[in-house]
């Protein structure tokens, strides 16, 4: 059995676009400008948004942390979308989700400028990437993708099981992997809290990619010998036989199911650093498509 590390992939993309970075100042270019805005202070949040910003930092990229109170209105949040898409120095820039619920998601996405839409959410860049077009990724989808090409992992003609269908993973993903693409060329079957014979489908299964949002909900039972897991889920879990009372888990049960798999991520340093590494990415191609 493979660990699938995405902390270390993750920093070889970061360590690739650094340099790339350093060959753009060498000529005298603008480094690429990454923006995000937090509304409230949701923990989970402001982690992952932290996380962003230090990654910005490491590699040389310019960031802007526009943190805004929990009580923002819809309003506000959508004119400062509005400055940001007519910022020219800003590249990309994305906005932190979950929102508060006096603010419509929808709405909000459809405001982002495709051209500077990084976490790839805007219906355009989602139509781009359905067709097979030139166009920024989802970051966690891109980064599942790019795990399993640099670690050589066989994907066409397998079966594989996407396990959720939300707009963020399961649905990009279950497009991607069936698309003509190097880690792609698959046969997808898209599964839910509702779908029926639920452990038929898994067992099925070459490569499994668990983003159902249940934590450890996929069990050594549910699994062939050989499969591949990618585990996109991360819940904390009571356990007090931790200093802080809890431990991270993904949604699949790690210790049954890596004793089946030849290659699983962990949760963490699976598949979130290499989210953030795909988001840097796509802010590297604005960059790129600026200066066209």
Request: proline content about 5%; some cysteine; charged content about 25%.
């Amino acid at each position: 059995m493979t660990i699938l590390d995405g902390k270390k992939v993750s920093n070889d993309i970061k360590e690739e676009i650094a340099d790339h970075v350093k060959s753009m100042v060498s000529k005298g270019e603008k480094v690429p400008h990454l923006a995000a805005i937090l509304v409230g202070s949701d923990g989970a949040s402001m982690t992952y948004v932290n996380a962003k910003v230090k990654a910005c930092e490491r590699i040389g990229f310019k960031s802007t942390l526009i943190e805004l109170p929990e009580y923002t209105s819809e309003e506000e949040l959508l004119e400062e979308i509005h400055a940001l898409n007519t910022n020219d120095d800003i590249d990309g820039f994305i906005v932190q989700l979950p929102l508060p619920k006096q603010i419509d998601e929808q709405k909000v996405l459809m405001a982002v400028d495709p051209n500077k839409d990084v976490d790839g959410f805007h219906p355009t860049n989602v139509g781009r990437m359905t067709l097979d077009l030139p166009t920024f990724l989802p970051a966690t989808p891109y980064g599942i993708m790019e795990l399993l090409e640099r670690y050589q992992i066989e994907t066409s003609g397998k079966n594989v099981v996407v396990m959720g269908r939300s707009h963020i993973v399961g649905r990009p993903m279950s497009i991607l992997m069936s698309q003509k693409r190097k880690a792609g060329d698959a046969t997808v079957t898209v599964v839910h809290s509702r779908s029926k014979n639920l452990e038929e489908i898994t067992k099925s299964a070459d490569i499994i990619v668990a983003a159902i949002g249940i934590s450890e909900f996929l069990t050594g039972d549910m699994v062939k010998e050989d499969v591949v897991i990618i585990d996109v889920g991360i819940t904390r879990v009571p356990d007090a036989t931790k200093k802080n009372g809890y431990r991270l888990a993904g949604d699949v049960e790690f210790e049954s199911v890596s004793k089946k798999a030849s290659y699983i991520t962990p949760v963490p340093g699976g598949v979130g650093p290499m989210t953030i590494a795909m988001l840097l990415k796509n802010t590297l191609l604005a960059r790129e498509r600026h200066l066209l």
